[in-house]
């Protein structure tokens, strides 16, 4: 945890990843971030992946640090609580993040009624209003089309396993709020920001000329196995059998991987034979079959650590591929030996590395990251410290089942 | 473009995608982005896809809507311009994004000691330094050992082809430029942000569980073809041959789905059957073959009219698979009839729709998406504006050939 949006208080009611995530940016850059959810939990509180407990490591994960209060909020005066919580005073607060509907009890209209600077981040499936989480999003852009090897039927979809939309869109969320944020400071003016997982993904696909290629440039890419599109790149296999992934889009890139495997006649023939330069990416993408054979013998004749000798020697862009537990436990500086990862013993019973932020502010001093709440750990805490309760209200609330605190 | 962040200048000195779509989403809310690149263009200049006449697609969706300046980087002189460009004075500056190495001429140090305020988001493919992108980074992660169907061999990778990392590494980056100018607001002080890849991965992976996971949960995740990970999703096939997507991660997604295809019935015999509830996600999760079976044979049953209609009608989260050019022609509000898209005439000489800002911000005015630059076009506006040279200084600098204007 960092201390640069010291001071910052977010309130969040939101489920599953992308309102989770956005706040969980600016909770480990110093925001405080008070979560309520449902007695019992929220739609996403058992998520998988789960302990074998039950406790979900998702949960723990995306609400690490977070201060947790459970709310009935099928009773109205549950309702009227969550909304005074997201509306209290406080220059620095009035800042709410959801994906409840736009039109619901969490309207921005309501709580703007209540306080007239409040700005709402609101992640929604599709824009209209539609029903859409990234895997449905996903569906529409036509990528699992062009995912997966060349042999698969044209209509078979290869579905991402990592949620990139909502996980675009959670980062997104983030940078909205800090927007609209700056922006209320110079004009005292709030408001709702949406942020569709459908305009998040229509607008990636314009921003990295995809949509224009679909117009314009020939239509739909076809499926390339792991061949990266435009550039060289694919995964190939040493003399031990290690795989690799080995890419040359900049011209330096391409020099070190002919450099690394001695394959400057080869190369220089084929240019000759062909009348083209290798030095341009695209060339390099039309004959990749070519380089692809003068690439995948020389590793056949290379066991890993003499690749990765020469790799490394001459500066290729490239990588072996793991399994996620390998990584954890092997790849220098991903979780092992990186100080954005400390231990943590969180809720559901196990200790393990615990990230904070992705981006190192240098010179600026990196806290550990915080464990994950039980649901309600700070119920009675949120309603006194913000909402000014006292002790006999909250008594009053926690018999009447409108709140409930950890263990409920 | 919204007028959000009006008067922020970000300088840009960066290629690909990460840092490129960083300044983007920032100019998309109003910031005045300045880009520099090498004469004839840096690394990305030609990156595909391509109009047929050479223009790069991509470079113009990154970069649409900047002021362009052409320097030659490779002389001294070239790069002092660059250092005074990204140092300029003026409150709302000093904010420099870019993907050079930590080390070389742009040291986040060596523009501090020009202006002690800077901020310089610096993305990064490893946190140490070492090479990566997008591609390489990917294959430590695991996740293309659980990507594709389930009949691959273990140790067949499939990588995907949407540059998640870099994606999330670009609005985490916005996100960590808004965050570190606020703090220098507040404070005073500047400094260096460093967003690597390889962090962006790992805390993404530590955020959603799977870090956990791996440790404590059983281990590497298997492959799982197009199923959806510990609720219930996959694609299936309708009578007339469409393939959709369907998801019931929530208990509401589950009943609707149950009710859209009336299998009441049936899913309560197996309920009782096994003794569970598919009220759980993860029960759903579990037993999910019995599931596929009712859902697919139903699906056979049913055109893809009626079943769109009997999803509609009941709340189902779905989507039809598209490919991209059909879902750019067809899918109503991703791009046809979505106010986020304006049509725009690019330098490669093509008019396409063109995306503004993913986020809406309700109440305030979006305008159109402006057009990409020429490379160079805005050489001598950025040379007399920020860095106030004379007519006679600008034509010196074309003369040595320190810069140049569009079409050098």
Known sequence: MYDVLKGMRVVEGASFIAGPICCQHLLQLGAEVIRFDMIGGGPDFNRW???????????????????????????????????RIATAPGKNGGLFVTNYPVGGFLAHERLAARR??????????????????????????????????TDLPEDQPVNHVLPAWDLIAGSYAAFSLMAAERHRRLTGQGGEVRV????????????????????????????????????????????????????????????????????????????TELGVSFAREGERYRHRARLFDLIAQALLRLSFADAAAAFDRTGVCWSAYRKLSDAVAGEPGFVQGNPVFTPQRHPAGFTYPTPGAAATFTGLNRGPARRAPRLGEHTDEVLGDMLKLSASEIAALHDDGVVAGPGA
């Open 49 to 83: 992946p789960v302990a074998d407990e039950g406790g979900s490591l998702y949960w723990e994960g995306l609400n690490k640090g977070k201060k947790s209060i459970a709310i009935n909020l099928a009773r109205r005066e549950g309702r009227e609580l969550a909304i």
């Open 116 to 149: 007239p600077d409040m700005i709402t981040i609101r992640v929604m499936g599709w824009a209209d209003g539609r029903n859409g989480v990234d895997y449905t999003v996903n569906a529409v852009t036509g990528l699992p089309s062009m995912t997966g090897m």
């Open 196 to 271: 569709p997982l459908s305009d998040i993904a229509a607008t990636t696909l314009g921003h990295t000329g995809q949509i224009a290629e679909a117009i314009v440039g020939g239509g739909d890419r076809p499926r390339l196995g792991n061949d990266l599109f435009g550039a060289l790149g694919r995964d190939f296999v040493t003399a031990d059998g290690r795989r690799v992934m080995i890419v040359a889009i900049t011209g330096r890139q391409w020099a070190s991987l002919v450099q690394a495997l001695a394959l400057g006649a080869p190369v220089t023939a084929i240019e």
